[in-house]
C-alpha cells in the first residue's frame, strides 16, 4: 500500500520543520532523551539548533529532530486553538460562553470540568496568552519551568499532543513522557478527580496529602516570588493561608534560623498559649478534661502547659500520635489529623515570636504550627507503626 500524500508531507515537514526551529534546553534534554542519552551540560545557545548527542546513530538523528519539531508544532496549534475559539465562541454580556459554542473549546476539553463555571471571557482570554508565554517558553534556550497553575495544565496539553504527533508521524513511542521533564510535580491533577472536589479550598487537606493546588481565580497568579507569569494574566487574589509559620522565611536559606538551638529552644520566658481564634479558644474548652492523656494548653500558666506538652510527647515514639488544630485562617472549623511526629519548640526565630511545634501531618510534608492554633494533642504510637508499615492513617479515628 503506497503512502497518502498528506501523510508523507506531514511527515516529512515535522523533519523539515524541526531543523529550522530553535530548541530551548528543557525540550531540547526530553527529546534527545528519547532518542539517546545527553549527558553534555556544556552545550552553547548557538548549538541547540542542530545539537544532537554523538552517540545516537545517523539513522535515528531525523527521528529525534522531528521529535523536537511535534513538540513546537503542538505548542503553536494549541495557541491557534486558543484564537479561534474567542473568535468562534459567543459570550453574553456577563462573560459567560455560549456552553454548546464552548463546549468543543481548548478551556473545556483541557481545565477541569468542575469548575466551568468560572471559564467566562476573561478566563479565555488569560488562557490564551498563556499559551502564547509557554510556547515562547519552549522556544527559548532559557526557558523557565511553569509559572503557574494554568502553564502546568497547558504545558501537559502540548505533551500529550506532541506524542499524537509523533505517533501520527510514524516515529516511535519515546521512553520519557514530557510530562516528566515540562512540569515540577503532577499535584494539579488532584483539580481533575471528582473525589477531590473542594481541596483547593482547603490548604490544610492539602497538606497532610503532601500536594499543593490553588483555588480556580488563582491559577495565573505566579507560584511564587521568583515565577514570572506574563503580566496580562497576573492576579494576586485573597487565599486561605494554611497555619505553616515557615510562611515568614523570604527564602529557603532562612530555614537555617530552624536548627539554631540556642534561639528556639532557649530558656527565656514563652509568649502566651493564648486561643488564636474564637474557634481555637471553644474548642479547647470543650476538649478539656475529655480524656486523661489529652493534652490542651493553657494559656493561663503556659510554662507548666508547654512542659506538660513535652511530657506528653515522650509517651509516644516520635511525638506520634493525633492533633487537633485550626488548619488555616478564617477555617471556621478544627480537625484532628494523625502526626507521625510533633516536636515542641519555645520560639519561632522569625518575627512575631511564639511557641511553635515542627509537626508531620499524615503523609504529607513537616509544618511549623503556631500553639495559639493547636486544640490538644494526644500521644499514640500506633500511628508512628502505621507510618512505617504503609497503613492507613486516619481509619479507625475518623
Known sequence: MTEPDDERQFRQGLINDSCRVRIPSLPLRVFTLYAGDDDDENVTDDEYHDYLPADIPADERDAAHARRGAMMAAANQVVERCITDLQDVEFDDDGLPDPDLADGSFVYEEFPPRHRYAYNLAFFRNTMVTAVKVAYDLANPGGEPAACTAEEIIRQAIGELALQLCELAGLEQPWLHPEEYFLEDLDFEALYEQDMDGIEDDPGLQARL????????????????????HPYTETTPEEHVLHD???RFSKASDMR?????????????????????????????AATGTAPDLWVPNSSDPESSYTALL???????????????????????????????LTPHRHFPVDDDEPWIWAAIGRGRLLAIPLRVVVSYRPDSEVGRRWNTGADLFGPEE
Open 245 to 247: 509559620l515557615v510562611a
Open 311 to 341: 511530657t506528653a510527647c515522650d509517651r509516644s515514639d516520635g511525638g506520634s500520635g493525633w492533633m487537633t488544630w485550626e488548619p488555616f485562617a478564617d477555617a471556621d472549623t478544627v480537625r484532628t489529623e494523625a502526626v507521625v511526629s
Open 210 to 229: 503532601g500536594i499543593d493546588v490553588s483555588p480556580v481565580e488563582h491559577w495565573f497568579s505566579p507560584f511564587n516570588d521568583t515565577s514570572i507569569v
Open 257 to 285: 534560623a530552624l536548627d539554631t538551638a540556642d534561639v528556639v529552644d532557649s530558656p527565656a520566658p514563652l509568649t502566651t498559649m493564648a486561643p488564636g481564634s474564637d474557634v481555637v479558644a471553644l474548642a479547647r474548652q
